[in-house]
Structures are given as structure tokens and as C-alpha cells.
């Protein structure tokens, strides 16, 4: 019988080629690691799970985190819970009290006013490259999302400010192009959405500013972006400080 051309270059073939077909009933070397990814994937899922509850204040700050109640409603053991919320205790939003359980951070006025310190920079930073590089049917965008907006301060109205308002402010840091200013905001954000009930001031303060914004980024202004960015920021921080003062003063 004539030999196939695919037999004809495995027979020329050097000899550990030609061996090669019968190395396949030989047994996998794997590595530990390799045999983790599933676990590994579960642990992320898990993680992505419980900051989600922590952010969208479903776990309130201050509360505690049941770790057997959640292990056994999502389906898994102790473990991978614990690996997540020691995830989240590394990004600020959990602490592990010995003794006592897990808990979510209750984050005081005065936490929040160091953390808006390093928002005012960041979010300038993202406004300063957002500049160049916005586009002028980006801007009508943003001026949409508030456009029409009731700003009393009525609960209804107050939480689609705040949809709009994080929106802009996310917005601005895609555009700004920047993966390592992005995972910083993306830290900031976690911790301050988790404590976030409500605005810091109302809406009918703060959307001048973010018109005065919009109107540097139109006219692809980096200095008057970044110092519009950092005003609209420095004020919620002086308020928060003021707010802080107050509460210490009343603990006193």
C-alpha cells in the first residue's frame, strides 16, 4: 500500500519526532498552580460580589460582615469568603476586628476629608489630560447627563444626581487615557461610594462648577480644567472638614 505524504515525513523524520505520537499516553506534569486557577477565579468572583455589596451600601458601614452566612448562601466554604474581605481590608472598605468578626469600615468625616485631599489631585490630574484629548461631542454628552436635572434636595432627585455626577467623574478619568491614575480612582472611589449616603453638598452648589468644568475641557484648557477640577473638589473638602470639626467636637 503507498505510504500517505504525511507518512513519508514522519518516517524521514528524526526519531524523537517520530516517537512523539506515543508521548501523549505519557502522565501531565502540572504544576500546583495550574490546578488553582478554578479556585483562584471563584475567590475573584467572590471578591467582585462582596465589594459590590459594600459599595452599593447594601452592607452598611459599621455592620457586620456574617462570613458563615455568606459562605453558605453563595455555596462555598469559610475560605474563599475570608481571602476576599482580606482583599477588601487591604483596599480599606472591611476591618478584621480579632475576636470580634469582620466588619465594614465606618469611615469618619474627618477619613473622608483626608481621602477627598487625594481625590482634589487625582481628579485634577484627570481632568488636566482629559483636556486634550476630549472631543466636542464629548462635552455635549456631559453637559447632557445634568441637563433638565431637578436639583432640589429631595431623596428622588438626589440619587440621580449622584448617578450623573459619578458618571461624569468616571468619565473623565477614561478619557484621560491613564491605566495607573484609573486603579488609583478606582481605590479612592471604593472607599468613598462605600460611605457615600447622599451628596456632600447639594446639587444646586456643585453644577456651576461642573458647567465651569465642561467649559475649560471645551475650550482644551489643561490648566483651567485641572484648576476647575481641583475648586469643585476643595470645596466638598472644606465642607467636610467644617462637618468634621462638628462631629469632633460634639464626641469631646
Known amino acids: 500500500m503507498p505510504r500517505s505524504k504525511f507518512s513519508r515525513q514522519v518516517q524521514g523524520a528524526p526519531a524523537a519526532v ?28 467572590i471578591y467582585e460580589r462582596l465589594r459590590a455589596l459594600l459599595v452599593g451600601r447594601q452592607i452598611l458601614p459599621g455592620q457586620r460582615i456574617p462570613v458563615d452566612q455568606l459562605a453558605r448562601t453563595i ?30 469600615q465606618h469611615f469618619t468625616k474627618r477619613q473622608m476629608a483626608a481621602l477627598f485631599e487625594v481625590r482634589e489631585v487625582l481628579e485634577g ?68 461610594f462605600a460611605w457615600q449616603d447622599g451628596l456632600v453638598r447639594p446639587p444646586g452648589e456643585t453644577f456651576g462648577e461642573h458647567m465651569a468644568i465642561l467649559e475649560a475641557l471645551q475650550r482644551h484648557d489643561p490648566d483651567a480644567s485641572e484648576a476647575a477640577m481641583r475648586l469643585h473638589i476643595r470645596r466638598s473638602l472644606e465642607r467636610l472638614e467644617k462637618e468634621a470639626e462638628e462631629e469632633e467636637s460634639q464626641r469631646a
Open 125 to 192: 490630574l484627570a481632568a488636566r489630560l482629559a483636556a486634550p484629548r476630549i472631543i466636542r461631542d464629548e462635552v455635549a454628552r456631559l453637559r447632557k447627563l445634568f441637563r433638565g436635572l431637578d436639583l432640589a434636595p429631595t431623596p428622588a432627585a438626589v440619587r440621580r444626581y449622584i448617578e450623573r455626577d459619578r458618571h461624569f467623574h468616571w468619565r473623565l478619568v477614561e478619557i484621560a487615557d491613564n491605566d495607573q491614575l484609573a486603579r488609583a480612582m478606582t481605590s479612592v472611589n471604593m472607599m468613598f
Open 75 to 104: 455555596g462555598v466554604s469559610r475560605t474563599p469568603v475570608l481571602n476576599a474581605l482580606k482583599r477588601l481590608a487591604q483596599e480599606g472598605i472591611v476591618v478584621f476586628h480579632p475576636r470580634r468578626g469582620v466588619y465594614a
Open 18 to 45: 517520530r516517537a512523539a505520537p506515543r508521548q501523549l499516553d505519557r502522565p501531565l506534569a502540572l504544576a500546583p498552580a495550574a490546578l488553582a486557577i478554578q479556585h483562584e477565579i471563584l475567590e475573584d468572583k
